[in-house]
């Protein structure tokens, strides 16, 4: 069984900084993607940013500039490092991975989510 575990979350004030991780664990063969969505109470999940195998990232608008994405492969882990963080900024990240398993049938490919954490931006 493959999961991912996430850390980091917590209360911060306007315009400070926090860092999110993220670890997938299980009978992991690869993992293409990894990335980190949000989602406020009442709205849709929205990507923030992803991460390919290569280093390639793609990141919302709404966080260029401000939030960096890396990836640690010998770790399986990615992180998110929120810098200038904004009362919008308040919702339950959530991390993501896009794989390939190793089953009892072989080689599978899984999309996977961790349960969520929540960063609350508040004076």
């Known amino acids: 069984q493959v999961q991912l575990v996430e850390s980091g979350g917590g209360l911060v004030q306007p315009g400070g900084s926090l860092r999110l991780s993220c670890k997938a664990s299980?009978?992991?063969?690869?993992?293409?993607?990894m990335g980190w969505y949000r989602q406020d109470p009442g709205k849709e999940r929205e990507l923030v940013a992803h991460?390919?195998?290569?280093?390639?990232?793609n990141q919302a608008d709404s966080v260029k500039g401000r939030f960096t994405i890396s990836r640690d492969n010998a770790k399986n882990t990615v992180y998110l490092q929120m810098n200038s963080l904004k009362p919008e900024d308040t919702a339950v990240y959530y991390c993501?991975?896009?794989?390939?398993?190793?089953?009892?049938?072989?080689?599978?490919?899984?999309?996977?989510w961790g349960q969520g954490t929540l960063v609350t931006v508040s004076s």
């Open positions: 993501n991975a896009n794989l390939v398993a190793i089953t009892s049938l072989g080689k599978r490919r899984l999309e996977v």
């Open positions: 299980g009978s992991i063969f690869s993992i293409n993607v």
């Open positions: 991460i390919f195998s290569d280093g390639y990232t």
